[in-house]
């Protein structure tokens, strides 16, 4: 997973936030 850290696209980065952002939401909205 180290080699691959400077190969991580931004849009991948940005979904994966995105999820979790929303997942948090979710659960204090919940």
Known sequence: MA???GR???WL???LTGIL???LLGL???
């Open 21 to 23: 952002v929303i997942g």
């Open 13 to 15: 980065i940005g979904t």
């Open 8 to 10: 991580i696209p931004l």
């Open 3 to 5: 080699d691959t850290t």
């Open 28 to 30: 204090f909205f919940y």
